[in-house]
Antibody
């Protein structure tokens, strides 16, 4: 079945870096765009970034642009999020999600179970 | 940037219909998707493209979209429908994806 499994979360000091991974299985990974979405404790969902199926385009939320980089390794069926210059407000559960439907206006389905990133000194 | 506004909470008795609104400027011109999130779990898609249901989602879940408001309706509400619900669209002017503020549905 289609599955997304995030990893790489943890506690990190402000200003440091962290890389998240999302392992995909059960579908042809290289034909789908992929997203990262985050959720701060007790808060709503916030879209973070998207990468096209072939890596040709990337878009970022204003809150992370210039600090975070989304990438993918299609031969390894893996999505990444490199997070630099981390701030306390980046503390959240980070989800990866597949963009289903085949166009930019498509939906997120399925989602991974999430990985928690805590930025604290 | 494009903003989607939802009521913070909706309360409904079992067996009744819950209606969750999602307000945005001319949202009727966009494709709206809805997600259900139960405590401690990842979001799950319940309606896509305004009114389509993924396989496995009960017919009790339905959606509509017109003008400045999209609506998710849950008929014959059950205790298991208690969750947070989020609407989502793609903002073509910025190539950004936007989530609504979220609505907590409580079954009385």
């Amino acid at each position: 079945q289609v599955q997304l499994v995030e990893s790489g979360g943890g506690v990190v000091q402000p200003g440091r870096s962290l890389r998240l991974s999302c392992a995909a299985s059960g579908f042809t990974f290289h034909t789908y765009a992929m997203h990262w979405v985050r959720q701060a404790p007790g808060k709503g969902l916030e879209w973070v970034a998207v990468i096209w199926f072939d890596g040709s385009n990337e878009y970022y939320a204003d809150s992370v642009k210039g600090r975070f980089t989304i990438s993918r390794h299609n031969s390894k069926n893996t999505l990444y999020l490199q997070m630099n210059s981390l701030r306390a407000e980046d503390t959240a559960v980070y989800y990866c999600a597949r963009m289903s439907g085949g166009s930019s206006m498509s939906w997120f389905d399925p989602w991974g179970q999430g990985t928690l990133v805590t930025v604290s000194s | 940037s494009y903003v989607l506004t939802q009521p913070p909470s909706v309360s409904v008795a079992p067996g009744q219909t819950a209606r969750i609104t999602c307000g945005g400027n001319n949202i009727g011109s966009k494709s709206v998707h809805w997600y259900q999130q139960k405590p401690g779990q990842a979001p799950v898609l319940v309606v896509y493209d305004d009114s389509d249901r993924p396989s496995g989602i009960p017919e009790r879940f339905s959606g509509s979209n017109s003008g400045n408001t999209a609506t998710l309706s849950i008929s014959r509400v059950e205790a298991g429908d208690e969750a947070d619900y989020y609407c989502q669209v793609w903002d073509s002017s910025s190539d950004h994806y936007v989530f609504g503020t979220g609505t907590k549905v409580t079954v009385l």
